[in-house]
Nanobody, 128 residues
Framework: QVQLVESGGGSVQAGGSLRLSCAAS????????MAWFRQAPGKEREGVAV????????VYADSVKGRFTISQDNTQNILYLQMTSLKYEDTAMYYC?????????????????????WGQGTQVAVAS
């Protein structure tokens, strides 16, 4: 049984930092990529970052490029998202997900429909 459990969300002032974690268990070899998504109130869920093959490749949405870093501890099966220089518009529920390589779907970032497994989400609130 696959389980993804996020933690690390919270409230922070603009310009601050947070590190999200996602503990994964039960994943199979079919899940070649891990990703972070976010959903702000009234908006669709969007892909933020993806890490492929345990770190072989990392891709970021333009909105977070240079500020967020995705990484993976393969020995402990933990996915991280280090977020710096946070902005009000980063406020959202953040989800980790597992799926195939984005290139297998002809894209650079995973979409909702690509991912087979999801965590329950962790809330990030950035005060301006």
């Amino acid at each position: 049984q696959v389980q993804l459990v996020e933690s690390g969300g919270g409230s922070v002032q603009a310009g601050g930092s947070l590190r999200l974690s996602c503990a994964a268990s039960g994943l199979t070899a079919n899940t070649n990529s891990m990703a972070w998504f976010r959903q702000a109130p009234g908006k669709e869920r969007e892909g933020v970052a993806v890490i492929v093959g345990g770190g072989f490749m990392r891709v970021y949405a333009d909105s977070v490029k240079g500020r967020f870093t995705i990484s993976q501890d393969n020995t402990q099966n933990i996915l991280y998202l280090q977020m710096t220089s946070l902005k009000y518009e980063d406020t959202a529920m953040y989800y980790c997900a597992a799926g195939p390589s984005p290139s297998s779907r002809g894209r650079s970032l995973l979409r909702d429909e690509d991912c087979d497994y999801w965590g329950q989400g962790t809330q990030v609130a950035v005060a301006s």
